[in-house]
Nanobody, 124 residues
């Protein structure tokens, strides 16, 4: 299984970006996975951003509530992260991840598959 994240870039504060994460390989199981987005800024630990369950329930970190939204399209084996009103503190490498566990997780170690990351840089 491969996860390919895309959509990052350099934007100004207040702008929007939409990240995509496409799964390939043994994707017949994609609809049964919980999917998540994490981010890691230089010198910091990887932190939870958002997750979406196999049934479509969504979970967001407090720091991004009201600004970010996660969604999925099982027909395309893709999960999205819509990021609005971006702030300089959102600057990080963003990673998508997939989990085969029953419950949605916010801890990186509970995810089975990871994408390569996409850089998001927000200038002030």
């Amino acid at each position: 299984v491969q996860l390919q994240a895309s959509g990052g870039g350099l934007v100004q504060a207040g702008d929007s970006l939409r990240l995509s994460c496409a799964a390939s390989g043994r994707t017949f199981s994609f609809s049964g996975w919980n999917m998540g987005w994490f981010r890691q800024a230089p010198g910091k630990e990887r932190e939870f951003v958002a997750a979406i369950s196999r049934s479509g329930g969504t979970y967001l970190a407090d720091s991004v509530k009201g600004r970010f939204a996660i969604s999925r399209d099982n027909s395309r084996n893709t999960v999205y992260l819509q990021m609005d009103t971006l702030k300089p503190e959102d600057t990080a490498v963003y990673y998508c991840a997939g989990s085969t566990r029953v419950q949605v997780a916010t801890i990186p170690s509970l995810y089975d598959y990871w994408g390569q990351g996409t850089q998001v840089t927000v200038s002030s």
